[in-house]
């Protein structure tokens, strides 16, 4: 259940801290899909941890509440993006010292394991799981609403995609009709097809010509794709994960499905899409909230790489995770003790709750009353088996 101990700080960064420093630390536990169809995902959180992690030690560590250095260490626990397992993990790194958890990856998972936890701070009949918990992937919309223990760190998909669809109707005046797929069986995929992606675009005048469904296991799709090709869309919106979009792209090409515009889902904007069907995927767009834009954002990109993991709009996420609980341990005047444990989680979770802008990778992340972000975001396509930025809604 629990990666090996990849997420750990650096030997060089604890030789290279203070020596007290040496004597304390500060456990952030990570958790998501590391294994499984999806399992990439938690690899590159886990990476991006690590990472991140190992900047923050090497540049001293975190400052307790008494002046003193503690370093960062972390472990990264396999759920297999499954609810049962989620539940148990987060249980399980409850037991331990550590002061808050960042995952998980699914939102299958997220949406029951959320479920367990403390509705309402200090309500007193509310036997819930009091831990804070930093989501940094399961993207489906409004899910921190469920405990306020919940902070999450991912991108308004509403938001996105009703810009993307306003930016091709004003960049595709001819195109009238879309097509959507969808990845059945999965709860992110599914919800931003029917919810998301399919209510912006009808908003922005497109015709709905059809719908094909498959599920994350799936390796067959050309029923789907022949229902596509008879429907003669404009656009194509796909809303599923790397490995069945490019199974659907790769029957689209064989079939010689051939839209003026295609949309891919937001966890598609990855360099596994890129590593699976680079050919089948040009043009393919897609809105995110991290490219390496900037000095910071390639920076990080490079750190991430070195630990083995790929910087997306996930992994970003864990990344920036990381680096706000660093600020919110220092603001909040964490002990980092054993006597202190269940104080400093509650002080993590009233920082997290306290918050209203924190820097990230692409500028300025705002942290709403609820337990969201709004974050910048661009739009990229597939250009010669690399993501570029098509477009910058901020600039």
């Known amino acids: 259940m629990k990666l090996s101990t990849l997420i750990t700080s650096s030997v060089l960064a604890l030789a290279a801290a203070p020596a007290l420093a040496q004597d304390k630390t500060i456990n952030i536990a990570g958790f998501g899909a590391s294994s499984g169809v999806v399992g990439i995902f938690g690899q590159n959180s886990g990476a991006a941890m690590a990472a991140a992690v190992e900047k923050i030690n090497a540049e001293g560590g975190v400052t307790l509440a008494d002046g003193s250095k503690a370093m960062i260490v972390t472990e990264y626990y396999d759920d297999r993006c499954n609810a049962e397992e989620g539940i148990s993990v987060l249980r399980r790194i409850a037991s331990t010292d550590a002061l808050v958890a960042v995952g998980p990856t699914c939102s299958n998972v997220a949406e029951p394991l959320f479920g367990i936890l403390q509705a309402k701070v200090d309500d007193a009949g509310d036997t819930g799981l009091q831990f804070p918990v930093f989501t940094d992937v399961a993207i489906k919309g409004g899910l921190a609403g469920i405990s306020e223990w919940v902070f999450r760190n991912t ?23 879309i097509y959507g797929g969808v990845e059945e069986d999965f709860a992110h995929s599914r919800f931003t097809w029917y919810s998301v992606m399919k209510t912006a675009a009808e908003a922005h005048g497109f015709e709905v010509v059809g719908e094909a469904q498959w599920l994350l296991n799936d390796t067959n799709f050309s029923n789907q794709a022949r229902g596509m090709r008879r429907a003669e869309p404009d656009v194509v919106a796909i809303s599923a994960h790397p490995f069945t979009t ?144 098509l477009h910058n809604p901020g600039s």
């Open 155 to 177: 991108p308004s998909e509403a938001t996105m995609y009703d810009n993307l669809f306003a930016w091709i109707r004003e960049t595709n005046p001819d195109a009238k009709t």
């Open 246 to 389: 490019c199974g659907m792209l790769r029957e689209m090409a064989r079939q010689r499905v051939e839209p003026k515009v295609l949309v891919g889902l937001t966890s598609s904007s990855s360099l596994e899409t890129l590593t699976g069907c680079a050919n089948e995927a040009e043009g393919i767009i897609i809105p995110t909230s991290f490219a390496p834009v900037n000095d910071a954002a390639q920076e990080a990109a490079d750190a991430v790489a070195a630990k083995g993991g790929a910087l997306d709009l996930h992994s970003a996420s864990a990344w920036e995770n990381i680096m706000i609980l660093r600020d919110v341990i220092e603001a909040a005047g964490v002990e980092g003790t054993a006597a202190s444990l269940e104080e400093d989680r509650r002080k993590i979770r009233d920082g997290l709750a306290a918050l209203t802008e924190v820097n990230g990778l692409l500028g300025a992340n705002k942290r709403m009353p609820d337990g969201e972000a709004v974050k910048p975001y661009v739009f990229v396509d597939a250009e010669n088996g690399k993501w570029e930025v």
